[in-house]
């Protein structure tokens, strides 16, 4: 546990110190390519606290679904699972389309940045961008499937409870916790490993389920050291999404208008959202780097080719 967390603090420090080393040219994927993509889930957050019929709208539409499936709703995981799932599937659909364009591109262009190479051009770009799309698509296909199976399985356990006459209030509580606790450390692996697999498709140019089954071997016996490296960011962002909530949404409740200074703070709030999804971009490259290193020979072998790595690369990891 020692040797994780001391690994991670390290790459952690590591990305800070490549973040400010290309300054520039973060600050300007920030800018330009992340902004969109922070503003996009930041508003779709605002329209959600706003408008309660669309969140009412979406939750009683998975209610049904579930209610169909012969899910138990008397289940107290049913009224969170429905929430959290309702909130995902807007806020996924709302910023879809800055997800496929800028968000993938800026993964392509964190990818390219080095010492050597602060500015890389366009044009490199964007050949890598339907290498990061067509993983991009089976990333997505396989958090599907992970949610699916999920489900399934906990469609299944709630049915064979209640066969075996399994139905008192503490029995679907611990049923309901357990399964909390398992579609947790499903869904945060799928996510990893699918960003890792993105981060690999951009530093190797390959797409598909090959970046993905890369993604898996990197990740083995590094799932802890992952865990707690996406962990900062993701606790920064959430942070920062607070803020917005206090500081833009409330403020516009509040005066019933939007007025230069509200929307300047949010354009300021985005911005910052944008920087630390740099930093986390900068953590995946390093980190995936730190497994390429570590895996040396074996890594080579099994896949046929090499990737030599910069010098200064090494000295980061």
Same mark, same amino acid.
């Given at each position: 546990?020692?040797?994780?967390?001391?690994?991670?603090?390290? +790459?952690?420090?590591?990305?800070?110190?490549?973040?400010?080393?290309?300054?520039?040219?973060?600050?300007?994927?920030?800018?330009?390519?992340?902004?969109?993509?922070?503003?996009?889930?930041?508003?779709?957050?605002?329209?959600?606290?706003?408008?309660?019929?669309?969140?009412?709208?979406?939750?009683?539409?998975?209610?049904?679904?579930?209610?169909?499936?012969?899910?138990?709703?008397?289940?107290?995981?049913?009224?969170?699972?429905?929430?959290?799932?309702?909130?995902?599937?807007?806020?996924?659909?709302?910023?879809?389309?800055?997800?496929?364009?800028?968000?993938?591109?800026?993964?392509?262009?964190?990818?390219?940045?080095?010492?050597?190479?602060?500015?890389?051009?366009?044009?490199?770009?964007?050949?890598?961008?339907?290498?990061?799309?067509?993983?991009?698509?089976?990333?997505?296909? $396989?958090?599907?499937?992970?949610?699916?199976? $999920?489900?399934?399985?906990?469609?299944?356990?709630?049915?064979?409870?209640?066969?075996?006459?399994?139905?008192?209030?503490?029995?679907?509580?611990?049923?309901?916790?357990?399964?909390?606790?398992?579609?947790?450390?499903? +869904?945060?692996?799928?996510?990893?490993?699918?960003?890792?697999?993105?981060?690999?498709?951009?530093?190797?140019?390959?797409?598909?389920?090959?970046?993905?089954?890369?993604?898996?071997?990197?990740?083995?016996?590094?799932?802890?050291?992952?865990?707690?490296?996406?962990?900062?960011?993701?606790?920064?962002?959430?942070? $920062?999404?607070?803020?917005?909530?206090?500081?833009?949404?409330?403020?516009?409740?509040?005066?019933?208008?939007?007025?230069?200074?509200?929307?300047?703070?949010?354009?300021?709030?985005?911005?910052?959202?944008?920087?630390?999804?740099?930093?986390?971009?900068?953590?995946?490259?390093?980190?995936?780097?730190?497994?390429?290193?570590?895996?040396?020979?074996?890594?080579?072998?099994?896949?046929?080719?090499?990737?030599?790595?910069?010098?200064?690369?090494?000295?980061?990891?």
């Amino acid at each position: 546990m020692q040797n994780t967390m001391g690994e991670a603090n390290k +790459l952690l420090r590591s990305s800070i110190h490549a973040f400010f080393q290309n300054y520039t040219s973060f600050i300007s994927v920030a800018a330009l390519l992340l902004l969109p993509v922070s503003s996009s889930f930041l508003l779709s957050q605002a329209i959600l606290t706003s408008s309660p019929s669309t969140l009412h709208f979406i939750s009683s539409r998975l209610r049904s679904l579930f209610q169909a499936s012969s899910f138990p709703s008397s289940s107290p995981l049913f009224p969170l699972l429905n929430l959290l799932l309702s909130q995902t599937l807007f806020s996924s659909i709302f910023t879809l389309p800055f997800t496929l364009t800028f968000l993938l591109l800026a993964k392509a262009s964190v990818a390219q940045i080095t010492p050597k190479n602060p500015f890389p051009p366009f044009s490199s770009i964007l050949n890598l961008y339907p290498t990061l799309l067509t993983t991009h698509i089976f990333s997505s296909f $396989i958090l599907l499937s992970a949610n699916s199976s $999920i489900f399934v399985t906990l469609f299944l356990v709630f049915n064979i409870a209640e066969l075996v006459g399994v139905s008192s209030d503490e029995s679907l509580l611990i049923i309901s916790l357990i399964g909390v606790i398992i579609y947790s450390i499903v +869904l945060a692996n799928t996510v990893l490993i699918c960003n890792l697999g993105l981060i690999v498709s951009a530093m190797e140019n390959c797409s598909g389920y090959v970046p993905l089954l890369k993604a898996c071997l990197l990740m083995r016996k590094r799932v802890a050291t992952a865990l707690s490296l996406a962990l900062p960011t993701n606790l920064a962002m959430a942070l $920062i999404e607070a803020l917005f909530q206090y500081r833009v949404v409330r403020l516009y409740h509040v005066s019933k208008k939007l007025n230069m200074a509200i929307v300047c703070e949010g354009f300021l709030v985005a911005y910052m959202h944008s920087v630390v999804m740099v930093v986390e971009i900068i953590v995946s490259c390093l980190f995936y780097k730190r497994c390429r290193l570590s895996s040396g020979e074996d890594w080579e072998e099994g896949f046929g080719y090499r990737i030599e790595m910069e010098p200064e690369d090494k000295e980061e990891v």
